[in-house]
Each structure stands twice: as C-alpha cells, then as structure tokens.
C-alpha cells in the first residue's frame, strides 16, 4: 500500500505558475508509473499528465509546452509544474502512482485560475 498526499494548490492569476507536489508514504522505487489527473466541476477525471517505465513523459495535448512532470526518488515525490496557467485548468488535481500490487490515488488538491 501506498498513500500520497498532494500539496501545492491554490488560487492563482491567469499566466501565473504553481508547483503540485505528491508524497508518498513510502519509496517509489518499484512504482512503475506515475501521472497527475484532473476533474473539473460537472466534467470526467482527465489525465494531465505521466511518466513511468523509462519512457518519456506524456502530457494531454492542452497542457504540452506548459505543464513539467518530474520526480525525485530521493524524497518519494512526484511534481507537476504548471506555467501560463488559464482559467480552464481550474480543477481538483489527483496524483496517481501504480506498481505491481495496484493503484493508488491521492486525495486531490483545489487548482482555481482567476482570468
């Protein structure tokens, strides 16, 4: 089991920037894949963002150029850095790592982009 805890989000101008961070309780060495998430008001969970198994990360196409995933084994942290931030990324944001045992999810953190 792994719990994770998001931190980092708040209210923000539009064309600002924030930092999310996900902690997890325990090493991430042996996660395989890790990725953010969003889910807007009235709107499905999307995936913003992973990285995992030696490849490149990937993004959703609305955030390519804006938005860095990167983790640090050191601290079991997962990051999510959000630059030129708009109005429409305004949601509840969710880390999620998976390994072998089974997926874990955070218990998300309020992104709000005033325009």
């Known amino acids: 089991q792994v719990q994770l805890v998001e931190s980092g989000g708040g209210w923000v101008q539009s064309g600002g920037s924030l930092r999310l961070s996900c902690a997890a309780s325990?090493?991430?060495?042996?996660?395989?894949?890790m990725g953010w998430y969003r889910q807007a008001p009235g709107k499905q969970r999307e995936l913003v963002a992973y990285t995992g198994n030696g490849g490149r990360p990937n993004y959703a196409d609305s955030v390519k150029g804006r938005f860095t995933i990167s983790s640090d084994s050191a601290k079991n942290t997962v990051y999510l850095q959000m630059n030129s931030l708009k109005p429409e990324d305004t949601a509840v944001y969710y880390c999620k790592m998976a390994d072998v045992m089974g997926e874990y999810w955070g218990q998300g953190t309020q992104v709000t982009v005033s325009s």
């Open positions: 325990r090493s991430i060495f042996s996660i395989n894949r």
